[in-house]
């Protein structure tokens, strides 16, 4: 339509100065090239520009032929006001920032203990439309303060090479990703961008099908921590541990973590070289659960690897019955388009409780530790511990300047 209008302001006034022999050409040409009718195209072309006066209701009303109206922006009845915007970016910052569809349920799985902390101050007027609120709203409202972090980790993986032939590769069909109690296995270093030195690790080991996470600190990578904290998690689980993926890290491709599954009857298997997706359940929580809680500084003091350990005391039951996160349930291929599916957002305790080969024992443990948690003193308590660990970070670095850099600081 522009360019029929263009079209049309620049033949009419061409049109309106030739003569008869002219304009039966010119108009030739205009109805073939806009299709119009002859005698619509007859009358655009002998008044476009001009004033004209005509009686619409009784009333005489003048326009311009070919000059559009401007049209007037709706302006629609605001559903979620300002005080539901104050009360979704006050719980988007409070959690941990997640993403809309995760928020939406989080939001409605826990919003009468929400509106009773007084910290929070959520307005109760406003309950009936946080419980209506759609996840795409959310983020429509959250989209001019969300700023994400580009930082990237290097790797810090180095292969093992004793038993490989023992520890059978992983294939997509060689578990029953179905059932809990399989988890892959990661590491995560806390270098602060320099790997020289000694500096703590992050252990994650994350369940396929529920998306249990256990987060542990480790001093270094050595075998033993590695095997010792894994014992811990078995221990702890409230549900089997049935088998252990990893990638081929020598941290755990070694005889004392392969013993020891051995000897508890766990399937212990690993990914492909060089293939990180083998292991994407696990590489996914690294970012989500690890790196946006305690960030990329270096923590490599003994302090500071107490003060971790106290962040994940904290941080995995607020992850594991109250976080939501999506799972992958469907992935299929068309040539170069991979389209995936994934479920609804739920927490890792409701995927568990509703998971048909989980035992009842199991499930009534599961119960048993949701009823000591609340979801707003948990949260406080993980607040407290991340603001220890940087507060001793901070210490250390001051500690570490040398006396011009130190007298640079207090007179700049």
Not at 44 to 49: D, E, K, P, T
Not at 59 to 74: I, N, S
């Amino acid at each position: 339509m522009k360019e029929k209008r263009a079209l049309t302001q620049e033949i009419a006034r061409r049109y309106r100065r030739t003569g008869k022999k002219e304009k039966r050409m010119i108009l030739n040409e205009f109805t073939r090239t806009t299709g119009y009718n002859r005698k619509y195209a007859i009358h655009l072309l002998a008044n476009w520009g001009k004033k004209r006066i005509q009686m619409i209701d009784g009333k005489p009303v003048q326009f311009v032929v070919g000059k559009l109206k401007k049209r007037k922006k709706g302006r629609g009845t605001v559903i979620y006001d300002e005080p539901v915007q104050k009360a979704i970016r006050r719980l988007w910052e409070f959690f941990d920032y997640m993403c809309g569809k995760r928020l939406a349920v989080l939001i409605r799985m826990n919003l009468t203990l929400l509106l009773q902390d007084p910290e929070l101050s959520i307005d109760t007027s406003v309950k009936d439309k946080l419980l209506t609120i759609s996840p795409a709203t959310i983020d429509r409202i959250l989209k001019p303060e969300r700023k994400k972090l580009t930082l990237k980790s290097r790797s810090k993986t180095k292969p093992g090479t004793l038993l490989k032939k023992h520890i059978p590769i992983r294939t997509y069909f060689d578990w029953d990703e179905r059932k809990a109690g399989f988890f892959e296995l990661d590491t995560v270093g806390h270098d602060g961008g320099s790997t020289s030195g000694e500096y703590c690790f992050t252990l994650n080991a994350t369940d396929v099908y529920s998306g249990w996470v256990e987060l542990r600190s480790l001093r270094n990578r050595g075998h033993r921590w590695v095997k010792d904290e894994i014992e811990l998690i078995h221990e702890g689980l409230p549900f089997p541990l049935l088998g252990v993926d990893s990638d081929n890290g020598g941290e755990f491709i070694n005889k004392l973590l392969w013993g020891y599954c051995t000897e508890n009857d766990i399937v212990f298997t690993r990914s492909r070289s060089y293939r990180k997706n083998d292991n994407c359940f696990v590489e996914q929580k690294n970012d989500l659960a690890v790196r946006r809680t305690v960030g990329y500084y270096r923590f490599d003091t003994q302090e500071e690897y107490e003060a971790l350990k106290e962040v994940y005391i904290h941080l995995c039951p607020l992850l594991n019955f109250f976080y939501p996160s999506f799972r992958l349930i469907e992935k299929v291929r068309n040539g170069s388009h991979v389209k995936k599916v994934y479920d609804d957002p739920k927490t890792p305790y409701v995927r568990l409780l509703e998971s048909p080969d989980l035992e009842k024992k199991h499930k009534e443990k599961l119960k048993q530790r949701m009823k000591k948690i609340h979801i707003v003193k948990q949260k406080r308590l993980v607040d407290q511990a991340v603001a220890q660990l940087l507060r001793l970070y901070e210490e250390k670095k001051q500690n570490n300047l040398s006396f011009d850099e130190k007298k640079e600081i207090s007179y700049g």
